[in-house]
T-cell receptor, first 111, second 112 residues
Framework: QQPVQSPQAVILREGEDAVINCSSS?????VHWYRQKHGEAPVFLMI?????EQKGHEKISASFNEKKQQSSLYLTASQLSYSGTYFC????????????FGKGTLLTVNP | KAGVTQTPRYLIKTRGQQVTLSCSPI?????VSWYQQTPGQGLQFLFE???????NKGNFPGRFSGRQFSNSRSEMNVSTLELGDSALYLC???????????FGQGTRLTVV
């Protein structure tokens, strides 16, 4: 079951914050976040394994609500380099080794 | 440390033909996953291999197959190509699961 990401696209000015949400109808074991720039391979940002746990990566952090099967990616004080498409990948309980990605959120950061 | 290498980078094939794509994972990584990326569907999971065993597969027809060799290199094969198979095929390797996956640059397949 493909997770649902929202919003589909967001445009920011440098320095602004953004939140990208990822929701699944299935019980999840883990949530993975990746960023892909145009013409490049996806790059790993972080993995969340426990409910409510937050992970950080520079000014990018994320949370995982295990009970709601939801994860959110927080980008604070955005930089031009944050532009790209963000994908969440979910691993369902009992379906190990299979990462199902959402359709992505296109983030554009303008000067 | 060398990254994930996929060959070839670009392919043009005719409908009905078959194609084989190759993926060399990062040294020491035994898990290799394959994905199909298209503008409309995003990244779709094809299959995952670990130590030459397929541990999971996505919802793709049997025309899509794969294998992994003892050195962890992996290949995927698509037989009887259809126009809809045109896509970027990405492979990713990781040391364990769940863990950070490293993606290759992909193979851009165009079916005409």
């Amino acid at each position: 079951q493909q997770p649902v990401q929202s919003p589909q696209a967001v445009i920011l000015r440098e320095g602004e914050d953004a939140v990208i949400n990822c929701s699944s109808s299935k019980a999840l074991y883990s949530v993975h976040w990746y960023r892909q720039k145009h013409g490049e391979a996806p790059v790993f940002l972080m993995i969340l394994l426990k409910g409510g746990e937050q992970k950080g990566h520079e000014k990018i952090s994320a949370s995982f609500n295990e009970k709601k099967q939801q994860s959110s990616l927080y980008l604070t004080a955005s930089q031009l380099s944050y532009s790209g498409t963000y994908f969440c990948g979910t691993e369902e309980r009992g379906s190990n080794y299979k990462l199902t990605f959402g359709k992505g959120t296109l983030l554009t950061v303008n000067p | 440390k060398a990254g994930v290498t996929q060959t070839p980078r670009y392919l043009i094939k005719t409908r009905g033909q078959q194609v084989t794509l190759s993926c060399s994972p990062i040294s020491g990584h035994r898990s290799v996953s394959w994905y199909q990326q298209t503008p409309g569907q995003g990244l779709q999971f094809l299959f995952e291999y670990f130590s030459e065993t397929q541990r999971n597969k996505g919802n793709f027809p049997g025309r899509f197959s794969g294998r992994q060799f003892s050195n962890s290199r992996s290949e995927m094969n698509v037989s009887t190509l259809e126009l809809g198979d045109s896509a970027l095929y990405l492979c990713a390797s990781s040391y364990a699961d769940p863990a950070e996956a490293f993606f290759g640059q992909g193979t851009r397949l165009t079916v005409v």
